[in-house]
């Protein structure tokens, strides 16, 4: 299990952003992350992963584990090494190269390894199989959310953080990454995910934390989000 307790994160030694976050990701489970812009998910992705040194931010209070073990003190790649991986906002793909090509950049699996973990991911996303030789650039918006998802499949992940995955994406794909996420899920993966579109974390999700101003605010289980919706806009300002 993630575990995340009152953590506190400051940019540039004075910008005070998280305010004493808590909040706990089981393994197996989705859980979503739901807040207005600049209420701090992303900063909190950054604490996760161990990105926040390369945006002059750091942990000032509190702490991360992960089964036990605090991991809040590791470089970006001690922490992939622990399975947990970060899909960016926006889709970082290597857009000159092929799909395949995509996917064999960065994969941590040892070489024996590596043609069935590609195989795996390819029977997760059938769509990229079929676009396996095509350049990444030329990919629809969806399909490119699905190779940034299927690149740190590759590295090992067992936790994915997901950044906002469908922003931008019409309905139909929206769907599809849905279907992915729960496919994900149903493997035995663990998903945090960082969303605007509650309706969309609601298809996928077990359980959401609500964020506003650097803190968590609310803990809705999913079953109880549609009788909170009222709540949730007035967070989200929606
Ligand atoms: P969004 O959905 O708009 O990305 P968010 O909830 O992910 O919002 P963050 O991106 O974490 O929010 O931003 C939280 C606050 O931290 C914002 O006020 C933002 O301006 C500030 N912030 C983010 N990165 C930095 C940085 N590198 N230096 C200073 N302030 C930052």
Redesign the pocket.
Same mark, same amino acid.
């Given at each position: 299990m993630l575990s995340v307790s009152n953590l506190e994160v400051v940019?540039?030694d004075v910008?005070l952003?998280l305010r004493g976050v808590s909040l706990e990701v089981p393994d197996g489970q989705i859980v979503g992350l739901l /807040?207005a812009? /600049?209420? /701090?998910? %992303? %900063?909190l992705l950054r604490a996760l992963s161990g990105l926040l040194d390369i =945006? =002059? /931010?750091k942990v000032t209070r509190g702490r991360i584990t992960l089964d036990g073990e605090r991991i809040d003190h590791l470089d970006p790649q001690q922490i992939v090494a622990r399975g947990i991986s970060q899909v960016l906002e926006g889709r970082r793909v290597f857009a000159e190269f092929t799909v395949e090509e995509n996917l064999r950049v960065g994969a941590h699996t040892k070489p024996n390894d590596r043609a069935k973990n590609l195989e795996r991911v390819f029977e997760l996303f059938p769509r990229l199989l079929e676009r396996r030789t095509q350049t990444a650039g030329y990919l629809s918006g969806g399909e490119q959310q699905m190779l940034a998802i299927a690149r740190i499949l590759r590295t090992g992940a067992k936790l994915l953080l997901l950044d906002e995955p469908t922003e931008g994406l019409a309905p139909v794909i929206v769907q599809q990454i849905g279907r992915t996420i729960r496919e994900i899920k149903a493997r035995g993966f663990t998903v945090l995910l960082v969303e605007?579109n509650f309706r969309f974390a609601q298809t996928v999700a077990d359980r959401h934390y609500v964020?506003e101003h650097g803190r968590v605010v609310d803990m809705v289980p999913n079953s109880e989000l549609s009788a909170s919706m009222g709540r949730l806009h007035e967070y989200l300002g929606v």
């Open positions: 940019y540039e910008i952003v /807040g812009n /600049g209420a /701090g998910k %992303t %900063t =945006h =002059h /931010g605007q964020m």
